[in-house]
């Protein structure tokens, strides 16, 4: 007798998911992610077992939640086997080096589950848009890296590349939040109050990234994190849903993530919303010098 795969709970009982903000409700979240993190040691204990070896890659917005959603996916599993990667800016040495040399060392090595929080994609991203790299270095960058991605795979890795999309006032609000609380205060650097005003150019550059790196093989996720709750548990259940490790219980837990809030690059859906927001507030400009 075949199992039943268990549909998202939040659009069985919205009632019971979200709160009068439309965002997932606490005590749902706990429930939810608790199943989900268990379903991650069975996917570690898979890996370890069959000697795999994983890369999940946290790209996006500045106060996305990278590191939440990062904590929250690696909270019960084994340490020795699920590392994450954080890289400071380069050193004087790093700089003479192959631009991947760095995050070549990190990588998984067989049995292990490699979060990086942020990637060898801060070319593309923040050095693009702050010239900390010159024209040359992205264009050997872009040249290269599904190249790279290509590689790896064939070598049996496997590969998720996540980009946490937050939008224009979210991010503004959890930015300035970082001030006024002492224990979130270390997450506040120069770059990310420069963001605040840079909002079209990191639209524009990371529209250039997907369309250039987007592929068959290694494609981009685009996961709203308006809602970082939201974003947390429909990440990890796509990120479950593509791999086909022993003991899934597809029937008890929810491994279909909303395509609302999880789903592929598309050149047509990605940030179109933030272009057509971007058009309106100049369209309100000129009107306001024309009086």
């Given at each position: 007798?075949?199992?039943t795969l268990?549909v998202?709970?939040e659009?069985e009982k ?8 439309g965002?997932?409700k606490?005590k749902?979240y706990?429930k939810e992610?608790?199943?989900l993190?268990?379903?991650l040691?069975?996917l570690q ?6 000697n795999?070896?994983i890369i999940?890659i946290l790209?996006?917005r500045d106060?996305a939640?990278?590191?939440g959603?990062i904590?929250?996916l690696r ?8 590392r994450?990667?954080?890289l400071s800016a380069p050193?004087d040495v ?9 995050y070549i ?7 292990e ?6 990637s060898w ?9 702050m010239?900390?790299?010159t024209?040359?270095?992205y264009?050997?960058f872009i ?6 991605e290509?590689?790896?795979?064939e ?14 006032e979210?991010?503004k609000?959890?930015i ?8 979130k205060?270390w997450?506040?650097s120069?770059?990310d109050?420069?963001s605040?005003?840079l909002w079209?150019e990191?639209?524009e550059?990371f529209?250039?990234m997907?369309s250039?790196t ?5 494609p ?8 970082k ?5 429909n990440?990890a259940?796509?990120l ?6 022993e003991d899934k219980d597809?029937?008890?837990v929810?491994l279909l993530?909303?395509?609302?809030i ?5 050149s047509?859906r990605?940030?179109s919303h933030e272009?057509?927001?971007?058009k309106?507030?100049k ?6 010098k024309?009086?």
């Amino acid at each position: 007798m075949s199992k039943t795969l268990v549909v998202r709970p939040e659009d069985e009982k919205p009632e019971e998911a979200y709160n009068e903000k439309g965002k997932f409700k606490t005590k749902f979240y706990e429930k939810e992610i608790e199943k989900l993190q268990i379903e991650l040691i069975k996917l570690q204990n898979w890996v370890k077992k069959h000697n795999q070896k994983i890369i999940v890659i946290l790209e996006g917005r500045d106060a996305a939640g990278k590191g939440g959603t990062i904590k929250a996916l690696r909270e019960h599993l084994n340490p020795r086997g699920a590392r994450v990667v954080a890289l400071s800016a380069p050193s004087d040495v790093e700089k003479t080096q192959w631009y991947f040399q760095r995050y070549i060392d990190e990588l998984p090595n067989g049995g292990e589950i490699v979060f990086f929080d942020r990637s060898w994609y801060n070319r593309a991203g923040v050095e693009r848009v702050m010239n900390f790299c010159t024209i040359e270095q992205y264009k050997e960058f872009i040249i290269q890296v599904s190249h790279l991605e290509q590689m790896l795979i064939e070598s049996g890795y496997i590969l998720f590349k996540f980009f946490l999309n937050v939008g224009r006032e979210e991010q503004k609000k959890r930015i300035e939040s970082r001030k006024d609380e002492p224990l979130k205060r270390w997450k506040l650097s120069p770059i990310d109050e420069l963001s605040l005003n840079l909002w079209e150019e990191y639209t524009e550059t990371f529209e250039k990234m997907f369309s250039r790196t987007h592929t068959p093989f290694a494609p981009w996720i685009i996961i709203d994190s308006n809602d970082k709750k939201r974003a947390r548990i429909n990440l990890a259940r796509l990120l479950l849903s593509k791999i086909d490790y022993e003991d899934k219980d597809a029937s008890n837990v929810c491994l279909l993530a909303d395509p609302g809030i999880a789903s592929y690059y598309s050149s047509v859906r990605s940030f179109s919303h933030e272009k057509e927001d971007s058009k309106d507030k100049k369209k309100d400009k000129k009107k306001d010098k024309k009086k």
